[in-house]
């Protein structure tokens, strides 16, 4: 029997909003091009009723989901055996409905730091970089960066308590790789950073750069975890002030690519679907978020 043949395993994305997501048009392009046989679909979850969702989801045959805002929380809890980065994270943004129990994974951070790495071009060895917010965007990517092996980390956040707090989350794993970790609150954010990663919710709340221009420099990388529209304020400022602004899009393409090894033991090409999405972006399909 050929991929063709047998029945499609379900997937899908689980949200609320989920109507704007990306990642059917991403998990369709990895099937057509692996030969994995797989039906990936969004799947809206009320505010208070993500857990009954999914339950009912995997019982009804489906595999595995990906977990979008607001209820990257309540799928660690969910998750009876969670990998190592989702333990660090403490957030799971991908489910694998096993049979003798279910598994919960975070790809953010490997798709953010592939992105970086391989896409941008931007090795984070010896770099400094500025993580700007301490929710669970910042979260779920700190421990990736951390394993690049930068020379320092500064997160800084509007309550100052909050990114004190994740860094100390994070320190063991600081001192493992060499990487010193430092907190402040966004008014004291170091300048001339190499490598500027806004995962607050300014962009999404449509207030612009969060920090000082002092924290840019002539070649700086700046990335917003967004896309389109609500990365668009972000990426103006950066470029406006010398430095190269960078969306969410190749992180999403990135992290997806994570998450269907996760689920089907492979790992896709990933050039092919981020050159078709940006493709459609530029002609006008633009809706922003990052899942």
């Not at 071009?121 to 951390?146: C, D, E, K, T």
């Not at 010193?180 to 300048?191: G, Y």
Request: glycine share 12%; net charge neutral.
């Amino acid at each position: 029997m050929t991929s063709h043949d047998r029945p499609a395993d379900r997937y899908a994305v689980v949200g609320h909003p989920v109507e704007h997501s990306r990642s059917p048009r991403i998990h369709a392009l990895f099937a057509a091009q692996t030969g994995e046989a797989l039906d990936y679909g969004r799947l809206l979850a009320p505010l208070d009723g993500f857990e009954s969702t999914v339950r009912a989801f995997a019982a009804g045959g489906a595999r595995g989901c990906n977990v979008t805002v607001p209820f990257k929380f309540e799928a660690f809890q969910l998750a009876e055996r969670r990998t190592p980065r989702a333990e660090l994270a403490g957030a799971v943004n991908t489910l694998r409905f096993d049979a003798d129990g279910w598994w919960g994974d975070n790809t953010d951070g490997a798709g953010l730091v592939r992105d970086l790495e391989h896409n941008a071009a931007r090795p984070l060895a010896g770099l400094q970089l500025l993580l700007i917010g301490a929710g669970g965007a910042a979260a779920g990517v700190l421990g990736a960066l951390i394993a690049a092996r930068p020379a320092r980390i500064t997160v800084v956040n509007r309550s100052p308590d909050k990114a004190s707090a994740l860094v100390d989350s994070h320190a063991e794993l600081g001192r493992a790789h060499g990487v010193t970790l430092a907190s402040a609150a966004l008014a004291d954010a170091p300048a001339a950073q190499d490598v500027v990663i806004n995962a607050s919710s300014s962009s999404l709340a449509g207030s612009g750069a969060p920090v000082d221009a002092r924290v840019l420099k002539p070649g700086t990388l700046a990335v917003d975890l967004m896309y389109g529209p609500a990365a668009q304020g972000f990426l103006d400022w950066a470029r406006a002030h010398g430095a190269q602004g960078r969306d969410g899009l190749g992180m999403l393409v990135e992290q997806a690519a994570e998450a269907f090894c996760f689920w089907r033991g492979r790992r896709p090409d990933t050039a092919p679907a981020l050159a078709a999405l940006r493709a459609e972006l530029s002609g006008g399909a633009n809706h922003g978020s990052k899942a």
